[in-house]
């Protein structure tokens, strides 16, 4: 495990990957320092969960000022559990940013070697994954829920950072966010079935005395799908981060049992200085 906070008790917490900061800035926020009320208390970030929008944007100013991003520029995806990757040009500067409609559609996963736009994703308990390229000057951010997991929505992002911007995986560096993590995330057959099929049992813990559930690890699936897109381990950083365990500080969907905000994922190529 290997987490950056920042911020103490009481302020925002943040945890953002260790990049150079004069290249790329990367977020992962929390659930505190917004103003969004009860159950969506404090920083949620999602237009799409029954929250006031006011307070939603709001709350992604506060981000956006956090990563040094303005919310014009932000570009965020719909989010369907698939495993569509959409590559991002200009035009779409500011999609989804302040209304839900506008969102990339069909997309759980973005890249984009734009300067100054801000990939956006976002989770509670999914697992939001960040990539960046320092050779090539390219980024991706990506919701991997279970769904998205089985269909190797990792793989298929690496796979089109290869083939829209030429980028070696071997360069590229992986974030993996705050989510629910095995000692949480009980699943039955209808979700066990399809991981092992796709990742094996490894990833798999089955529970004694509770027929067909077993403890899933997602972040083991995704890890094991960036080892075999050829991502060295090295350039693997796992936050360690479990949304439910930590639900005081962060959303999740099982925690709250349903009714709840989103935290977001986020990265953004700096611009050059003119
Ligand atoms: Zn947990």
Not at 24 to 51: I, M
Not at 68 to 74: I, L
Request: hydrophobic residues 40%; contains cysteine.
């Amino acid at each position: 495990m290997y987490t950056i906070w920042s911020g103490s008790v009481g302020d925002p917490v943040w945890i953002r990957p260790n990049w150079p900061l004069h290249e790329v800035r990367g977020l992962f926020s929390f659930r505190r320092g917004g103003v969004s009320l009860p159950p969506y208390e404090e920083l949620n970030v999602g237009l799409h969960v029954g929250d006031d929008a006011d307070a939603v944007l709001k709350n992604r100013e506060r981000c956006a000022i956090e990563v040094g991003c303005p919310v014009e520029r932000w570009v965020v995806a719909e989010q369907v559990h698939g495993a569509k990757v959409a590559v991002i040009t200009e035009a779409e500067a500011g999609c989804g940013a302040r209304d839900v409609h506008s969102a990339i559609q069909g997309a759980d996963a973005l890249v984009t070697d734009v300067s100054g736009l801000g990939l956006v994703v976002m989770a509670a308990d999914c697992v939001p994954v960040l990539f960046y390229d320092g050779v090539r000057q390219v980024i991706g951010a990506a919701h991997s829920g279970w769904k998205g997991t089985v269909q190797h929505i990792v793989r298929r992002v690496l796979e089109t950072m290869q083939q829209a911007f030429q980028s070696n995986p071997a360069d590229v560096q992986v974030w993996i966010g705050p989510s629910i993590r095995q000692c949480c995330y009980e699943v039955n057959d209808v979700v066990a079935d399809p991981i092992k099929a796709e990742f094996g049992r490894r990833v798999l813990v089955k529970r004694f005395h509770r027929a067909e559930r077993y403890l899933l690890s997602l972040q083991a699936c995704v890890r094991q799908d960036l080892l075999r897109s050829g991502v060295r381990p090295e350039h693997i950083v796992d936050t360690g981060v479990c949304t439910s365990c930590q639900a005081d500080v962060l959303f999740s969907h099982r925690a709250d049992a349903g009714r709840t905000g989103r935290q977001l994922a986020m990265v953004c190529l700096v611009e050059d200085e003119v």
